[in-house]
Nanobody
Framework: VQLVESGGGLVQPGGSLRLSCAAS????????MSWYRQAPGKERELVAG????????NYADSVKGRFTISRDNDKNTVYLQMNSLKPEDTAVYYC?????????WGQGTQVTVSS
């Protein structure tokens, strides 16, 4: 299993970023995928999740209405569109797969929201 995040960077408050997580080594279209984030000094928290065919999504209250999770099963990629970014969204963002008894994480991508 390999999960590779990309798309992070420095953005001003109110700006947008689109994160991508490219997956390989498993049948991507069969699994729920999630995005998490971890800010300095804080625990890792769930940001959003999406079912295997993308029919159901869920979001942390703090990002509802601003972030959108989606997936392209033909490209084995899950996305996180982040709009109206706030300084408190600054964190390392990770995608996660749960397969059987194991959790798999990518290496993360840094998002910094600052003027």
């Amino acid at each position: 299993v390999q999960l590779v995040e990309s798309g992070g960077g420095l953005v001003q408050p109110g700006g947008s970023l689109r994160l991508s997580c490219a997956a390989s080594g498993f049948t991507f279209s069969s699994y729920v995928m999630s995005w998490y984030r971890q800010a300095p000094g804080k625990e890792r928290e769930l940001v959003a999740g999406i079912t295997s065919v993308g029919s159901i999504t869920n979001y942390a209250d703090s990002v509802k209405g601003r972030f959108t999770i989606s997936r392209d099963n033909d490209k084995n990629t899950v996305y996180l569109q982040m709009n109206s970014l706030k300084p408190e969204d600054t964190a390392v963002y990770y995608c996660k797969l749960i397969r059987g008894p194991y959790d798999y994480w990518g290496q993360g991508t840094q998002v910094t929201v600052s003027s």
